[in-house]
């Protein structure tokens, strides 16, 4: 099978997976907040203008919904997956949604905070650059963009390359591929190097919890 024919295949799995399985019980498994994500969450907000609205894409259950409008700012969610955006309008009745994929947003000059967390290990290396893209215009001038990074190790990395290869996927360095699902773990040089591509800043990274975090900022 073609690199693309099987990238688009693993999209569509990966909304299925969120669609019929991880929806079921998200929040029992993944619904706690991690220290360094809440620190990077409120970092974010202390940073945007009191009442602004934040665009939480890949926004999932809307995990960090409650952080955001207990901080005095309205929230916007977007994700691909349906079945997880019906659980945090539910839990969330007022706060609009959209299905929007994080490839396909066409916003425009709109936000002054854009947060995208624990999202990013499902975009392939093809499509970095488009999503990184589609966050800097939607970012309004001054405005920041925090996203994560999935941290793995190198050794984990290359067995799962050496495994997907033998099993004749077309995969690349950095992408889990052989348990049906779809991840990919990017070096933090390639990462900075599409942020720089994309017009946006680093004002911030650390590591903790299992992931690189990025404060961006656009000029
Ligand atoms: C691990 S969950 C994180 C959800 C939420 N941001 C949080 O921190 O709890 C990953 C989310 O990314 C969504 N997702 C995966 N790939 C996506 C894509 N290409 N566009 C939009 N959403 C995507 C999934 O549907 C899922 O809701």
């Not at 999209?11 to 619904?31: L, N, T, V, W």
């Not at 001038?141 to 925090?146: A, F, I």
């Amino acid at each position: 099978m073609d690199r693309s024919t099987w990238l688009k295949e693993r999209r569509k799995m990966a909304e299925y997976r969120y669609d019929a399985i991880f929806s079921r019980d998200y929040d029992e498994k993944y619904g706690r907040i991690d220290p360094t994500h809440r620190q990077f969450v409120k970092k974010l907000l202390s940073l945007s203008p009191a009442g602004c609205t934040v665009l939480d894409a890949a926004c999932g259950t809307g995990k960090y919904w409650s952080m955001i409008r207990d901080g005095g700012r309205s929230v916007v969610g977007t994700d691909q997956s349906s079945e997880m955006l019906k659980l945090a309008a539910k839990k969330h009745p007022g706060v609009p949604t959209a299905k929007i994929g994080l490839q396909e947003m066409t916003y425009t000059d709109e936000f002054f905070a854009i947060m995208c967390v624990d999202a990013m290990e499902n975009v392939p290396p093809e499509d970095w650059a488009l999503v990184l893209g589609n966050f800097a215009r939607a970012l309004k001038s001054g405005g920041y963009l925090y996203f994560t990074v999935e941290v793995a190790e190198e050794s984990e990395i290359q067995e799962a390359y050496r495994r997907a290869r033998e099993m004749g996927l077309p995969v690349v360095r950095g992408e889990y591929a052989h348990h049906g699902g779809y991840h990919y773990y990017p070096r933090p040089q390639q990462v900075e190097r599409w942020v720089a591509q994309s017009g946006l800043e680093i004002v911030e990274k650390s590591v903790g919890d299992g992931y690189l975090h990025y404060l961006v900022r656009k000029d």
